[in-house]
């Protein structure tokens, strides 16, 4: 075979004894997005000795194996082409709960969902959650997820309490604050690449009612929505800015905050009632009498820049004609905005959508995130959903936290706008960098080996590198997300 | 994987009969066209020459090379899988490897017959059964047979050549009739005389077009999922035409 860059070697090379793996488990497996899609050898273990035979199996056919939780991530993190795709959300059990401390012992395939299922009615929230709640807690760790609590309470690492680690080579690890702790702050963020967490330990958030406060302020510009935040972030407990992406001239990144506060002890005088499951369920209609499930079909034929740009206006006006007005919401309906509509994804058509999002300093974010939204209108591709959220700094190995903001779009993919869109999207991703911006794996989808070189200080990247070897010195945890950013060399 | 730009709607193709004639030209189109080729064929050195000049040339595609003997049945699905592993998926794949030895037209040779519809035939079947089996299961792919005209009727020339690109229509229908529904294109490419080594030296080629023009030809057909496409297309009106002669009046023409 001529060398070449298409080649993708095996990690061992195969011997014709070992028969080639069940073509039953070849299954096709997608991006969140959509925007990819491949096959891989999909294994559903349900025990840590499960994973440890899927290692064996991979590993004696020179195959790689990538870990997939639920596959919520929106690029090819959880993507593993014509390899070995480890889901783990077969992994399901709650291992262990103190309703009286919150503190929970799960496995990697319990969801957010199952999760506050579990725990609300005791009092308890996910200290972190994302914009849905159908993400696993193991990919949610693998990522270091963040909610709109983000610049209050951090990511979801710093809520962690430790995990058990199985590594590629069969070791087991546990990992905590004290005890291998470059690892624990490595493996959190570590998007899998350094072992597979059989079981995880963190802690909830006590609540005293399944009810917020919230606060609806439109903002008529960017710099108009920043200023709001930094006014509020000290007293928010979730603060989050809906970014019109067609504003343009003076109306450039208009859009609509929602804060939202935990209600204080006693200020809810039927917190049973309302901490109950039933109490959270999103409506199964929308505008109380359309069927939610068919709500994606509805939008596909909205799904073009002028139909956004019009539907995104009139949320706007009515939005900004309301003015700031207060609303109780329930954790669920303010937290899980993503699934009102399920599989909204869909309406995006047959290209699907990425996310592009950035992580600046505060002082920068204006500039960035103007210049930014001004590009990619001038591009001729603009974002159909712009989400701006505040952040704070973590300890972790490959951290994107920020003292600062981070804004994130979502971008229709098309055959047509595909490559104008890549370029696009590193085109913005130099002018947050060149800002010391910072990236997120859990939405990337486009960036290269080039990319995460600029922007991840050397040592990091030499200090992952090197737990790697040492956890995994065969490369047998790969997925396409790694290889894009990390190569196999 | 690389998701940035291409026009072809294909990232990653495999070409079995790589090594010359309309083979070649779609391996040196398609690496053009920013794909990732793997080239199966007997001849390594033509191979390695074509792969080098695909890596040679601007863009993104790439080539590998794979030197397989198409009758050797055994080795297919294993072959198969390392390249789908090695390119990384699979999107297209090209059946194009024939042949159509001299047959005079008083000779009747079980040797020349037999190796005809091993390559045509057999060869077609062991590869295409992989790739549809891979296609089916991902809901997605094109599915590439190159046939020929010949296939439409028996004519005098050469029976076993016309009675294995007959198989291979009638097998590429009836996998496109089991895949279509799942969302893999099938497509069935019959060429007229083609300027290749095949037909060098032979006399009689009405309407011969290069193997470029075939190779474009057959790409355009892939990418907008014609079920049946003809090369140059006026052959579809004169095979039409020929299809329909009844037998007592075929027998008598000098065709």
Same mark, same amino acid.
């Given at each position: 075979m001529s060398s070449s860059p298409a080649a993708r070697p095996r990690?061992?090379?195969?011997?014709?004894?070992?028969?080639p793996l069940p073509l039953d488990h070849l299954e096709p497996v997608s991006a969140w997005g959509g925007s990819s899609r491949v096959l891989s050898w999909v294994y559903r273990p349900t025990t840590a000795g499960g994973i440890e035979e899927a290692f064996a199996l991979a590993r004696a056919r020179g195959l790689s194996v990538?870990? &997939?939780?639920a596959g919520q991530s929106y690029g090819d993190a959880a993507l593993n082409a014509e390899n070995v795709c480890l889901d783990l959300s077969r992994m399901t059990r709650i291992l262990a709960w103190d309703p009286s401390t919150g503190v929970i012992t799960v496995e990697p395939g319990v969801t957010i969902r199952q999760l506050w299922q579990y725990t609300l009615e005791d009092g308890w929230w996910p200290s972190i959650v994302p914009g849905t709640m159908f993400?696993?807690?193991?990919?949610? %760790?693998?990522?270091?997820?963040?909610?709109?609590?983000?610049?209050?309470?951090?990511?979801?690492?710093?809520?962690?309490?430790?995990?058990?680690?199985?590594?590629?080579?069969? #070791?087991?690890?546990?990992?905590?604050?004290? #005890?291998?702790?470059?690892?624990f702050h490595a493996a959190i963020g570590g998007f899998g690449m350094l072992?597979?967490?059989?079981?995880?330990?963190?802690? +909830?958030?006590?609540?005293?009612?399944?009810?917020?406060?919230?606060?609806?302020?439109?903002? &008529?510009?960017l710099d108009e929505m920043l200023d709001v935040f930094e006014q509020r972030h000290a007293t928010a407990d979730y603060l989050v800015g809906w970014v019109d992406g067609f504003g343009t001239g003076t109306s450039l990144g208009r859009g609509l905050i929602h804060q939202a506060n935990y209600l204080a002890a006693g200020v809810d005088r039927q917190p049973a009632q309302t901490l109950r499951t039933a109490h959270q369920e999103l409506p199964p209609t929308l505008f109380g009498v359309f069927p939610?499930?068919? +709500?994606?079909?509805? +939008?596909?034929? !909205?799904?073009?820049?002028?139909?956004?740009?019009?539907?995104?206006? %009139?949320?706007?006006? !009515?939005?900004?004609?309301?003015? &700031?007005?207060?609303?109780?919401?329930?954790?669920? =309906?303010?937290?899980? $905005?993503?699934?009102?509509?399920?599989?909204w994804k869909r309406a995006y058509g047959p290209g699907g959508m990425i996310e592009f999002q950035s992580f600046v300093p505060a002082a920068e974010a204006s500039r960035v995130f103007g210049a930014q939204l001004v590009r990619a209108q001038r591009a001729g591709i603009v974002p159909y959903l712009g989400v701006l959220k505040r952040h704070r700094t973590d300890p972790f190995l490959l951290s994107y936290g920020v003292d600062g903001y981070s804004l994130a779009m979502h971008f229709q993919v098309t055959a047509a706008n595909r490559a104008r869109l890549w370029a696009l999207t590193q085109d913005m991703g130099t002018v947050a960098h060149e800002a010391g911006g910072r990236f997120y794996f859990a939405k990337d989808a486009t960036f290269t080996r080039q990319t995460l070189a600029d922007y991840l200080a050397a040592e990091r990247f030499q200090q992952f590198?090197? !737990?790697?070897?040492?956890?995994?010195?065969?490369?047998?945890?790969?997925?396409?997300?790694?290889?894009r950013l990390f190569g196999t060399d | 994987m690389n998701l940035g730009p291409v026009t072809h709607p294909w990232r990653r193709a495999l070409l079995v009969g790589a090594s010359s004639g309309i083979g070649a030209e779609l391996a040196r189109q398609l690496g053009a066209g920013g794909c990732q080729v793997a080239l199966v064929a007997r001849r390594r050195e033509e191979l390695d020459a074509l792969a080098a000049?695909?890596?040679?040339?601007?863009?993104?595609?790439?080539?590998?090379?794979?030197?397989?003997?198409?009758?050797?049945?055994?080795?297919?699905?294993?072959?198969?899988?390392?390249?789908?592993?090695?390119?990384?998926g699979l999107d297209l794949f090209i059946y194009a490897a024939g042949v159509m030895p001299r047959i005079e037209a008083d000779e009747y040779s079980f040797g020349k017959d037999r190796s005809i519809i091993e390559v045509n035939v057999l060869g077609a079947i062991a590869w295409l059964n992989e790739a549809?089996?891979?296609?089916?299961?991902? =809901? %997605?792919?094109? $599915?590439? =047979?190159?046939?020929?005209?010949?296939?439409?009727?028996?004519? &005098? =020339?050469?029976?076993?050549?016309?009675?294995?690109?007959?198989?291979?229509?009638?097998y590429l229908e009836a996998l496109r009739n089991r895949l279509g529904r799942l969302g893999v294109r099938v497509v069935t490419i019959k060429p007229g005389p083609v300027d290749t080594p095949m037909t060098r030296g032979m006399d009689r080629l009405p309407f011969l077009v290069s193997a470029e023009v075939a190779a474009t030809q057959t790409l355009d057909a892939a990418a907008r999922g014609v079920r049946t496409a003809y090369i140059p297309s006026r052959w579809r009106p004169i095979m039409f035409v020929l299809r329909h002669i009844p037998s007592p009046i075929f027998q008598r023409l000098d065709l």
């Amino acid at each position: 075979m001529s060398s070449s860059p298409a080649a993708r070697p095996r990690l061992v090379p195969v011997t014709s004894a070992t028969p080639p793996l069940p073509l039953d488990h070849l299954e096709p497996v997608s991006a969140w997005g959509g925007s990819s899609r491949v096959l891989s050898w999909v294994y559903r273990p349900t025990t840590a000795g499960g994973i440890e035979e899927a290692f064996a199996l991979a590993r004696a056919r020179g195959l790689s194996v990538g870990l &997939r939780g639920a596959g919520q991530s929106y690029g090819d993190a959880a993507l593993n082409a014509e390899n070995v795709c480890l889901d783990l959300s077969r992994m399901t059990r709650i291992l262990a709960w103190d309703p009286s401390t919150g503190v929970i012992t799960v496995e990697p395939g319990v969801t957010i969902r199952q999760l506050w299922q579990y725990t609300l009615e005791d009092g308890w929230w996910p200290s972190i959650v994302p914009g849905t709640m159908f993400v696993s807690l193991g990919g949610a %760790a693998a990522m270091n997820v963040h909610g709109k609590n983000a610049f209050k309470a951090g990511t979801l690492g710093e809520h962690i309490h430790g995990f058990e680690l199985l590594l590629p080579t069969g #070791e087991r690890r546990t990992c905590s604050r004290t #005890e291998n702790a470059e690892l624990f702050h490595a493996a959190i963020g570590g998007f899998g690449m350094l072992g597979c967490i059989t079981s995880i330990t963190f802690s +909830m958030t006590r609540v005293h009612s399944g009810l917020l406060d919230v606060e609806a302020i439109p903002t &008529r510009t960017l710099d108009e929505m920043l200023d709001v935040f930094e006014q509020r972030h000290a007293t928010a407990d979730y603060l989050v800015g809906w970014v019109d992406g067609f504003g343009t001239g003076t109306s450039l990144g208009r859009g609509l905050i929602h804060q939202a506060n935990y209600l204080a002890a006693g200020v809810d005088r039927q917190p049973a009632q309302t901490l109950r499951t039933a109490h959270q369920e999103l409506p199964p209609t929308l505008f109380g009498v359309f069927p939610k499930a068919l +709500m994606w079909r509805a +939008m596909r034929p !909205l799904m073009h820049p002028p139909g956004v740009r019009l539907v995104n206006a %009139a949320k706007y006006h !009515l939005s900004a004609r309301q003015g &700031r007005h207060h609303y109780r919401d329930s954790h669920v =309906g303010f937290a899980f $905005l993503f699934d009102y509509i399920p599989e909204w994804k869909r309406a995006y058509g047959p290209g699907g959508m990425i996310e592009f999002q950035s992580f600046v300093p505060a002082a920068e974010a204006s500039r960035v995130f103007g210049a930014q939204l001004v590009r990619a209108q001038r591009a001729g591709i603009v974002p159909y959903l712009g989400v701006l959220k505040r952040h704070r700094t973590d300890p972790f190995l490959l951290s994107y936290g920020v003292d600062g903001y981070s804004l994130a779009m979502h971008f229709q993919v098309t055959a047509a706008n595909r490559a104008r869109l890549w370029a696009l999207t590193q085109d913005m991703g130099t002018v947050a960098h060149e800002a010391g911006g910072r990236f997120y794996f859990a939405k990337d989808a486009t960036f290269t080996r080039q990319t995460l070189a600029d922007y991840l200080a050397a040592e990091r990247f030499q200090q992952f590198r090197a !737990l790697k070897a040492a956890c995994d010195p065969t490369s047998l945890l790969q997925t396409e997300l790694y290889r894009r950013l990390f190569g196999t060399d | 994987m690389n998701l940035g730009p291409v026009t072809h709607p294909w990232r990653r193709a495999l070409l079995v009969g790589a090594s010359s004639g309309i083979g070649a030209e779609l391996a040196r189109q398609l690496g053009a066209g920013g794909c990732q080729v793997a080239l199966v064929a007997r001849r390594r050195e033509e191979l390695d020459a074509l792969a080098a000049h695909i890596d040679a040339a601007p863009g993104e595609g790439r080539a590998l090379v794979y030197p397989h003997d198409v009758t050797h049945y055994d080795g297919v699905p294993d072959l198969f899988r390392t390249i789908c592993h090695d390119l990384g998926g699979l999107d297209l794949f090209i059946y194009a490897a024939g042949v159509m030895p001299r047959i005079e037209a008083d000779e009747y040779s079980f040797g020349k017959d037999r190796s005809i519809i091993e390559v045509n035939v057999l060869g077609a079947i062991a590869w295409l059964n992989e790739a549809a089996q891979r296609f089916e299961r991902a =809901g %997605a792919g094109t $599915l590439v =047979g190159i046939s020929s005209v010949a296939g439409d009727r028996g004519r &005098r =020339g050469n029976p076993a050549y016309h009675a294995s690109k007959a198989a291979l229509d009638t097998y590429l229908e009836a996998l496109r009739n089991r895949l279509g529904r799942l969302g893999v294109r099938v497509v069935t490419i019959k060429p007229g005389p083609v300027d290749t080594p095949m037909t060098r030296g032979m006399d009689r080629l009405p309407f011969l077009v290069s193997a470029e023009v075939a190779a474009t030809q057959t790409l355009d057909a892939a990418a907008r999922g014609v079920r049946t496409a003809y090369i140059p297309s006026r052959w579809r009106p004169i095979m039409f035409v020929l299809r329909h002669i009844p037998s007592p009046i075929f027998q008598r023409l000098d065709l």
